[in-house]
């Protein structure tokens, strides 16, 4: 009876760890997601509308260049997402700043 009730336990604690690892995939993806369609939406509001008011809608080329670089933003955001992400990342950083302040 004891073994039922261990491997029960087991079960129950491998779910618990496989739902904390898809809630972190989901989380992650999710910032993924928003950093995406943050980044990449002005743009591309800015190519869908410009063709079609023509000479009426005129941009600041400043900002058209802003939005521009926005979108290429997103690619250099990934990676920070993805490493802010990993725990063992997070536990390396944590540890070299409490390094840095004792000095």
Sequence with gaps: MRSGSTAS?????RRRVTLHREKKII??????????????LPFF???????????QC?????????????GYANSAL???IYAFS????????????RWNRRR
Aim: proline content about 5%; glycine content about 6%.
């Design 86 to 97: 990993n725990e063992e990342f997070n536990k390396a950083i944590r540890k070299l700043f």
């Design 45 to 55: 509001i800015k190519e869908l509308i410009v063709p079609f008011c023509g000479e």
């Design 58 to 70: 005129h941009l600041d080329p400043s900002l058209e260049v802003f939005i521009n670089w926005l």
């Design 9 to 13: 336990l087991h079960r129950n604690t």
């Design 78 to 80: 990934n990676p920070f």
């Design 27 to 40: 989380r992650t993806m999710g910032m993924v997601i928003g950093a995406f369609v943050a980044c990449w």
